[in-house]
């Protein structure tokens, strides 16, 4: 049974930094990539970070230089380094794997307010 568990979350100032992890049991996490996605009230969940099997990252433009998406592959776990933050970066954050389906999981809050 594939599991994905995300902690992390937070409330914090503008320019504050927060570290989100998922860790992820139940299938060989090592040959997965893996997605970080939020989803703010009201938008559409979007795809925020990527990593590949082989470490290769991909950002979406509106966090790019400010988000570092990691793994660790000895621990099954992902990490996603968010600093900078902008109030416009609060939503719920999912990670995220697609093996034959996607598999998420229950998300964890971030609220980025003053």
């Known amino acids: 049974q594939v599991q994905l568990v995300e902690s992390g979350g937070g409330l914090v100032q503008p320019g504050g930094s927060l570290r989100l992890s998922c860790a992820i049991s139940?299938?060989?996490?090592?040959?997965?990539?893996i997605n970080w996605y939020r989803q703010a009230p009201g938008n559409q969940r979007e795809l925020v970070a990527t990593?590949?099997?082989?470490?290769?990252?991909n950002y979406a433009d509106s966090v790019k230089g400010r988000f570092t998406i990691s793994r660790d592959n000895a621990r099954n776990t992902a990490h996603l380094q968010m600093n900078t933050l902008k109030p416009e970066d609060t939503a719920v954050y999912y990670c995220?794997?697609?093996?034959?389906?996607?598999?998420w999981g229950q998300g964890t809050q971030v609220t980025v307010s003053s």
């Open positions: 995220n794997v697609r093996w034959g389906r996607n598999y």
């Open positions: 139940g299938m060989a996490f090592s040959r997965f990539a």
């Open positions: 990593i590949s099997t082989g470490g290769n990252t």
